[in-house]
């Protein structure tokens, strides 16, 4: 008797677990931190001397995505046609959503053709993203300037759906510059971009810088920034930066809002060193990971 009485509360405890099994799956995924990813361009000095050995290096600070820079057709990434730095990547257990790239002669010419050989190359390594850097001077002295750049936007747009990719945008300061009545050219963008082809990576760095709050932009524009550049500032000269949590950036408060930013890919980058590159990179990495996701 009390073998199947042991027997039906066995059997009743793991039914009841069972049941549970799915919504304690959702949890577990659901609890989930986002993976952290780095710019290459953090290790531009490096780099193009070792592309093997960056790579294997930003994977062992713990890495798990890479945004590239600098692709052209003829060069490739780094000396590397994009099939065999896709293969790199994969065999150091990286993924890459995300490129840089520019489109200064496509906003002033109209003319497709260059951008052609960029998305392809985003597209042969797997970017969910093609991502516009830099915006140069000469075609952003105006709002009527940044009127004919959110047109351009969205055209490109169009044409790198046709790749299976998505826009996005990545800012500095000068985007934040205002005009007329207060006008800014970002928010320009935001508000002139079809929001079902054209995301934004927020550089949380130069929002902070340019005097704007990023969570302020993220209640404004809910789910429009989708990549975040984690870049901190450092306290002593603000025109530099420093390792992720050293600085004067308040990450932690930011992160809180992620949910209604719309992130879905985090991206430390750091322009100048004080130490070693790769003893910063994995500080960040360890920061970012420990603290925030």
């Known amino acids: 008797m009390n073998s199947r009485r042991t027997f039906i509360k066995q059997a009743g405890m793991a039914a009841a677990a069972a049941a549970l099994l799915p919504s304690f799956a959702c949890s577990t995924e659901a609890s989930k931190g986002k993976t952290v990813g780095i710019q290459l361009y953090s290790l531009r000095e490096q780099i193009p001397h070792d592309v093997k050995g960056v790579i294997e290096k930003v994977a062992r600070a713990g890495y798990k995505e890479v945004e590239t820079y600098?692709?052209?057709?003829?060069?490739?990434?780094?000396?590397?046609?994009?099939?065999?730095?896709?293969?790199?990547?994969?065999?150091?257990?990286?993924?890459?959503?995300?490129?840089?790239?520019?489109?200064?002669?496509?906003?002033?010419?109209g003319n497709i053709e260059p951008l052609k050989p960029l998305i392809e190359g985003a597209a042969a390594i797997g970017n969910r993203y093609f991502t516009i850097a830099y915006l140069g001077e000469p075609i952003r002295r105006s709002l009527e300037d940044y009127k004919k750049v959110t047109a351009r936007l969205n055209e490109a747009a169009e044409l790198v759906k046709q790749s299976g990719l998505k826009l996005a945008y990545h800012n500095h300061?000068?985007?934040?510059k205002p005009y007329e009545a207060g006008a800014t050219g970002y928010e320009l963008m935001l508000n002139g971009t079809d929001k079902s082809l054209v995301s934004f990576?927020?550089?949380?760095?130069?929002?902070?810088?340019?005097?704007?709050?990023?969570?302020?932009?993220?209640?404004?524009?809910?789910?429009?920034?989708?990549?975040?550049?984690?870049?901190?500032?450092?306290?002593?000269?603000?025109?530099?930066?420093?390792?992720?949590?050293?600085?004067?950036?308040?990450?932690?408060?930011?992160?809180?809002?992620?949910?209604?930013s719309g992130l879905e890919h985090l991206i430390v980058e750091q322009e100048n060193y004080k130490k070693d590159a790769f003893v910063s990179i994995k500080e960040s990495f360890d920061y970012v990971n420990r603290e925030l996701i």
């Open 70 to 109: 600098g692709y052209s057709a003829k060069d490739g990434y780094w000396g590397m046609d994009a099939k065999a730095f896709k293969s790199l990547l994969t065999a150091n257990g990286l993924k890459s959503p995300s490129g840089h790239f520019g489109m200064d002669d496509f906003v002033s010419s």
């Open 173 to 176: 300061d000068f985007e934040f």
């Open 201 to 260: 990576e927020m550089d949380l760095y130069w929002v902070v810088r340019s005097g704007n709050d990023p969570v302020a932009l993220f209640n404004k524009y809910p789910g429009r920034f989708v990549m975040w550049h984690v870049k901190d500032m450092d306290k002593a000269n603000h025109s530099l930066n420093t390792e992720i949590g050293t600085g004067t950036i308040d990450f932690k408060h930011i992160y809180k809002h992620a949910k209604q």
